[in-house]
């Protein structure tokens, strides 16, 4: 009977929606769960798999080392969209199929980028602590109405928050190498440099991958480039942001504020943010509400399924893991 | 040369550049803050001599528009008049005026910033993080969900448009409704009671009293789902507190976003406490780009008046034809 470990925390697979779970059970899967944090090392994660043919992914480390001691291991289904914590070559040398959920939080996500631009423009953190403190308060906050958007990466989510900032009648600005022209052309997105969005935009909203060449996009220089009252939000990837030179320009009035979903290290280490008025913090949560939490599930756990059964699954990273892919040893095919 | 006063204190100062038409006319300026937060006496002690003001939320009764016999212009920064007595104000000649469109885009974003601010739980989240945590309590999606937005003025169209970019699905009740805009952004016209009951967020963009008073009482929160929001950028009294708090703490309502308060500042602490609840300060329409509008429309106002011109956002056309003479 083959096995999956659900890696990510069980009060998002497990209790709020059982169906993705009976689903496994119903195949005849054997469902297991992690506990605590000990998973999330290398030693951990490869004693955590052992006799493990697949597992519901969140953001442990799927190191070569890990994908070739791991030997029972099929399937790696990464539950959200990002990948940078799978070693993608090592899992197609070994066989090991991974996906993502692609397609199955990204409203959530453009949602939430749009949450953290109201809420710093609207002052909703320090105008609530402010009652809690003083009874009442006197704030002014900043129109979100008309002004400038700045998107840095228009692939799904990205153009899902063009989407959205353009019932706002927001003029917005997008920085992207591989353009959907008639997608900008409906929103009225003009297409400019990224020296050119962070010269000009009122809120800068980041929707790209995490990679070498994308780390630290947000850097001094940059930071430097935007207006002493515009904002920055990111709810794509910690690494894409110097929260050194983030936290200097916050604090040195360089920029107005940041939305934070996400960070350089998770849980942060850096903990000197938690002190900034202007800043507003959420808990790498901008993917997960009930409904994403739910879509999520089921999609990781049809692609498993999918696999298993000998059929391609959606959202595979690795196409060349497909032909030399790790057999099961009770398949049940066709 | 006809002196103003000015107590609305996101003016700031006589200098404000948005005051220029007022100095261009030739006005005396005078700036006190402390106005708005005045009694009755106090305040028709400050307004003596005073063709105009540029009012924040300080009460003009009877008496005080009675007592200020060089007064002809009260123009209100903002749009709400529940502290001017409007009628009385018509008795005497006396013009009154709103800055009637000039922050209803604030309030519409504001409306939006609650309901996200509930449905992503920011500001518990923030808290949480700031305190050490990191656990990751999923939320609820606003996109595709079901909107309600309760009156189709101005500012309830605005919210209607913006959560076009959301496609979600909008209920409106309103009882004068532009059938046109319903159409062009696909709002459906219902019922209040329907409205309450298939909602996942219901906004308030009525007018405050008359009627309109406890609009949102017990038996109305009742018909709203358990897993609703409710959020209120309109008028405090639109909604019964002891009725929403004990549907919050009951857990028959999911949260609510409150801009405005029965009392303001509330002499209670009720709502501070409970986690599902966000709390502004009467700042929906107030970002430094409205404030700006609202203070040049107020300026442009009173040199209209003083002109013989109607102003904009005229409240009380009555008063016109026997205004105090400049």
Not at chain 1, 119 to 135: C, Q
Not at chain 1, 216 to 243: C, I, S
Not at chain 2, 219 to 228: E, G, N, V
Request: glycine share 10%.
């Amino acid at each position: 009977m083959p096995s999956v470990l659900i890696a990510i925390p069980s009060n998002y697979f497990i209790t709020r929606d059982p169906t993705p779970r009976e689903k496994l059970e119903a195949a005849g899967w054997t469902v297991r769960e992690v506990t605590g944090r000990a998973h999330t090392t290398e030693d951990g994660l490869i004693a955590a798999l052992d006799g493990v043919d697949a597992t519901v992914a969140g953001g442990e480390p799927y190191t070569r080392r890990v994908l070739s001691a791991a030997t029972s291991l099929k399937h790696v289904a990464r539950w959200g969209v990002g990948f940078d914590r799978v070693d993608l070559e090592a899992a197609a040398d070994e066989g090991v199929l991974v996906t993502t959920t692609q397609g199955a939080n990204d409203w959530g996500v453009a949602d939430h980028a749009v949450a953290l631009m109201l809420g710093l423009g609207h002052l909703l953190v320090s105008n609530h602590l402010a009652i809690m403190k003083d009874g009442w308060g006197s704030a002014i906050g900043d129109d979100l109405w008309r002004q400038k958007v700045g998107i840095v990466g228009l692939g799904r989510i990205g153009r899902g928050v063009a989407q959205r900032v353009h019932g706002f009648e927001a003029e917005i600005l997008a920085y992207e190498p591989y353009p959907d022209r008639a997608f900008c052309e409906r929103y009225g997105v003009r297409l400019v440099s990224a020296e050119e969005l962070f010269s000009q935009s009122d809120y800068i909203t980041l929707h790209l991958p995490l990679s070498p060449e994308t780390r630290h996009f947000v850097n001094r220089e940059r930071l430097a480039l935007m207006k002493p009252t515009a904002f920055v939000v990111n709810t794509a990837r910690g690494g894409l942001v110097d929260e050194e030179a983030l936290y200097a320009a916050l604090t040195s009035g360089q920029i107005a504020g940041a939305g934070l979903d996400v960070r350089e290290h998770e849980p942060p280490t850096d903990r000197r943010f938690d002190a900034l008025p202007n800043v507003i913090l959420s808990p790498h949560t901008a993917g997960i509400t009930h409904q994403t939490v739910s879509a999520m599930s089921h999609m990781a756990v049809d692609s498993i399924l999918s696999g298993w059964r000998g059929e391609s699954p959606h959202g595979l990273l690795n196409p060349r893991a497909w032909e030399r892919r790790r057999p099961y040893e009770f398949s049940k095919r066709g | 040369m006809p002196k103003v006063l000015v107590t609305q204190p996101s003016v700031t100062g006589v200098d404000d550049p948005r005051l220029e038409a007022l100095r261009a006319a030739g006005w005396e300026i005078r700036h006190e803050p402390a106005g708005a937060r005045m009694n009755p006496e106090e305040l028709l002690e400050l307004v003596q001599g005073h063709a105009a003001v540029i009012a924040s939320s300080e009460p003009y009764t009877r008496a005080v528009l009675e007592g200020a016999d060089t007064l002809k212009h009260v123009a209100r920064w903002g749009v709400g008049f529940d502290q001017v007595d409007v009628p009385a104000a018509t008795e005497l000649g006396i013009l009154v005026t709103t800055t009637v469109g000039a922050n209803d885009w604030g309030v519409a974003d504001h409306a939006f910033a609650l309901i996200f601010s509930l449905a992503r739980r920011t500001v518990e989240n923030d808290k949480l993080i700031r305190s050490g945590g990191w656990s990751r309590p999923p939320g609820r999606d606003v996109w595709r969900k079901t909107l309600g937005i309760v009156g189709l003025g101005r500012i309830g169209r605005g919210v209607a448009q913006r959560a076009s970019g959301f496609e979600m699905k909008v209920l409106a009740y309103e009882p004068y409704p532009d059938t046109a805009f319903c159409e062009k952004w696909g709002v459906e016209l219902v019922s209040l009671e329907d409205l309450l009951q298939r909602s996942d967020y219901v906004t308030l963009h009525a007018p405050g009293g008359g009627e309109n008073h406890h609009l949102m009482n017990a038996d109305r929160l009742a018909l709203m789902k358990s897993t609703a929001f409710l959020v209120n950028t309109a008028r405090g009294s639109l909604i019964d507190e002891a009725a929403l708090e004990a549907a919050l703490v009951g857990g028959r309502l999911a949260g609510a976003g409150l801009d405005v308060r029965e009392q303001e500042p509330p002499k209670d602490t009720r709502f501070v406490d409970l986690p599902n609840v966000v709390l502004t300060a009467h700042m929906a329409g107030v970002t430094v780009e409205t404030s700006a509008a609202m203070t040049a429309m107020a300026a442009e106002s009173i040199v209209e008046g003083s002109r013989g011109e109607k102003p904009g956002g005229l409240l009380n056309p009555e008063a016109w034809d026997h205004r105090r003479a400049y």
